[in-house]
C-alpha cells in the first residue's frame, strides 16, 4: 500500500530553520513526483515546492523560492524540504503527496497526515 509519512516539523522563532522529511513508500508505479504543500488556517491549501525525482527537476512557489530548497535522497526514498529563513507566515501544516509532475496534481489522492510548522515573530 502506497503511503507518505512526514515528518521534522515544529516551533522554530522568525528567521530560523526546519527541515522537513517525506518517506514515501508502497508505490506500484515509479513515475511519480513529489509536492510539499502547507495550509494555514482559515485559508486554503496551496502549492509550495514539487520535486521530479527521476530528473531533480524541481517547482518552488514564489513565497519560498530562494528560501526553501527540495531534494530527493533515493537510497532512503526520502524527499526533503529545506526551510531557512521563516517567516511567521510560513506558519501552516504541512503535507507531502505524490504529484503527476511539477503541475502538481496529486494522484489518487495519495496525501501524508501533515507535520506542523509554526513560526513565530
Known amino acids: 500500500e502506497a503511503q507518505l509519512v512526514e515528518s521534522g516539523g515544529g516551533l522554530v522563532q522568525a528567521g530560523g530553520s526546519l527541515r522537513l522529511s517525506c518517506a514515501h513508500s508502497g508505490f506500484t508505479f515509479d513515475d511519480y513526483a513529489i509536492g510539499w504543500f502547507r495550509q494555514a488556517p482559515g485559508k486554503e491549501r496551496e502549492e509550495v515546492s514539487c520535486?521530479?525525482?527521476?530528473?531533480?527537476?524541481?517547482y518552488y512557489a514564489d513565497s519560498v523560492k530562494g528560501r526553501f530548497t527540495i531534494s530527493c535522497d533515493h537510497a532512503k526514498n526520502t524527499v526533503y524540504l529545506q526551510m531557512n529563513s521563516l517567516k511567521p507566515e510560513d506558519t501552516a501544516v504541512y503535507y507531502c503527496a505524490a504529484t503527476t509532475g511539477l503541475s502538481m496534481t496529486v494522484i489518487n489522492n495519495l496525501w501524508g497526515q501533515g507535520t506542523q510548522v509554526t513560526v513565530s515573530s
Open positions: 520535486i521530479i525525482r527521476s530528473t531533480g527537476r524541481s
